[in-house]
């Protein structure tokens, strides 16, 4: 593209994929062509690159006819940044399917989330040495209290259930499954 965001030349190894088809586009402003939001995000990294020599990572999306797509626009400068015929290359690749899975991940960490906000029991995350990674609220000591300490030593656990517990670890971590257990232990400042 030239300095006004004009296409000036394409590749594309599938055109049928494109917006409009590569005809209609050549010669014709960016802005002109593209909806309003996809336009604006374009037209503004085209201008950085022009200041800049580069941009990368904008992100936009079009609908298309077979549904919403979005893409990703890496921008490289050609030529003196004084040249009056400086021009921009510029890359752009459909990120789809990684927007759809972002999604999906939201989706399932705010199930999670609530999930394990709402459980009516006390649910504990532990890294390998105990320290606690994430706790729900259920016995009323505030989770924002847990995160960063040692489970061990807030729920002042014995040396006997240490060995025990440090045992049912290794087994977990060998692969084997774990049965449910029950235990009794006072929560330090409980």
């Not at 000591?141 to 014995?158: C, D, H, Q, T, Y």
Request: glycine letters at 8%; a neutral charge; one cysteine or more.
């Amino acid at each position: 593209v030239d300095r006004e965001g004009r296409i000036l030349d394409f590749r594309a190894p599938d055109t049928g994929r494109l917006y409009m088809p590569p005809a209609e586009c050549m010669g014709r402003k960016v802005t002109e062509i593209l909806p309003g939001d996809a336009a604006g995000v374009i037209a503004a990294a085209l201008a950085e690159a022009f200041e800049k020599g580069s941009h990368k990572g904008a992100e936009y999306s079009l609908h298309l006819p077979g549904g919403e797509r979005w893409f990703e626009l890496s921008i490289a400068a050609k030529g003196a940044p004084e040249s009056p015929d400086r021009s921009l290359i510029t890359l752009v690749r459909d990120i789809t399917e990684r927007k759809t899975t972002e999604r999906a991940l939201r989706a399932g960490e705010q199930k999670f989330r609530t999930l394990f906000e709402s459980a009516p029991e006390s649910i504990t995350i532990l890294d390998l040495d105990y320290n606690i990674i994430d706790a729900n609220d259920y016995f009323g000591f505030p989770s924002e209290k847990a995160i960063g300490r040692n489970w061990m030593e807030l729920n002042k656990v014995s040396d006997q259930d240490r060995k025990l517990i440090n045992q049912l670890r290794d087994r977990l971590l060998a692969g084997e499954r774990i049965p449910p257990i029950e235990r009794r232990h006072k929560i330090l400042g409980k």
